[in-house]
């Protein structure tokens, strides 16, 4: 099966090489020489622009960094679904706007072609192992046309439902993972206040009633956990400006269906906050230092 890979950084770049390990022929592009080097060194093809990687591919996966870049590569004039074979399956791994992912779906079954948005989870770790889990959205056939890609890539796929759910799941999922986040570093900054150790406070609270994946498997404070971010120098994860982004996407769609987030919002402030204050590109957890006004 021949495919096109679209956007191979931290993300994409591990989650193209195990398509490749799977014995599939794939081209790739994207804007890095240096993440296009990765590629090829991996067993990759190399091409110079999407549209040459999408020529006769049997299946195009974009795994881009906003909305707008995904509004860019498939629509338009110049667009690939005015470009590329309508025979094509096309698997958007982008996390973007519902509304944007539903409006790009549209547009794609107009001209002929099958679309799942598939945003995922599991961060770069995830990807490398390739052990994501998938988020879908679009039609069921389209997503068992997928499933042997997606298998070689994550280790759960979920149906959400209609095109632009797999989005709305994601959105969800991950403005709970940052109020999380923060919940989790305050209660352990409070207990450190109080001369507790980080590890004893953090061990009796996984076994307790406020135990959640952050505290369990992610812990931001330094020390605790050898294998996390945060005994890392808060290197490598998922950054704070990504957090930050997928906050706004969550508080944008509330605010187009007029429902209640303030958890939502006053997270992707203190997140905003602590961006600005140069951690941007840090991973999330590192909001354990965050100093609130």
Excluded at 139 to 158: H, T, V, Y
Excluded at 179 to 203: F, H, W, Y
Aim: glycine fraction near 12%; include cysteine; aromatic fraction near 4%.
């Amino acid at each position: 099966m021949k495919v096109a890979f679209l956007g191979l950084g931290n993300m994409g770049l591990p989650m193209a090489l195990n398509l490749i390990k799977a014995g599939h022929q794939v081209h790739g592009f994207d804007l890095v020489q240096s993440q296009l080097d990765a590629f090829k060194a991996g067993g990759g093809i190399p091409v110079q622009s999407a549209t040459e990687a999408a020529k006769d591919a049997d299946v195009i996966i974009s795994m881009l960094p906003a909305s707008r870049h995904v509004e860019a590569l498939y629509l338009g004039d110049a667009g690939l679904l005015a470009t590329a074979n309508p025979k094509a399956l096309l698997i958007d791994c982008s996390t973007i706007s519902p509304k944007v992912s539903q409006a790009v779906a549209a547009a794609a079954k107009i001209k002929g072609f099958a679309m799942i948005d598939a945003p995922v989870s599991g961060g770069t770790a995830g990807a490398q192992a390739g052990t994501l889990t998938f988020m879908v959205g679009g039609d069921a056939s389209a997503l068992e046309c997928a499933r042997p890609l997606l298998e070689k890539m994550g280790k759960n796929i979920f149906h959400a439902g209609a095109s632009g759910s797999g989005q709305t799941v994601k959105v969800c999922n991950n403005m709970l993972l940052g109020i999380q986040m923060l919940g989790t570093s305050e209660a352990l900054r409070l207990g450190i206040a109080n001369g507790m150790d980080p590890k004893v406070l953090s061990d009796i609270m996984s076994k307790s009633s406020g135990r959640n994946w952050a505290l369990e498997l992610y812990n931001p404070c330094p020390g605790v956990m050898e294998s996390a971010p945060s005994s890392k120098g808060y290197a490598g994860g998922f950054g704070v400006d990504l957090m930050l982004k997928d906050l706004g996407l969550a508080t944008e769609n509330a605010g187009d269906l007029e429902a209640s987030v303030p958890l939502g919002e006053l997270s992707r402030k203190l997140y905003e906050a602590h961006s600005k204050a140069g951690n941007g590109q840090l991973d999330f957890s590192s909001v354990f230092n965050l100093k609130a006004d």
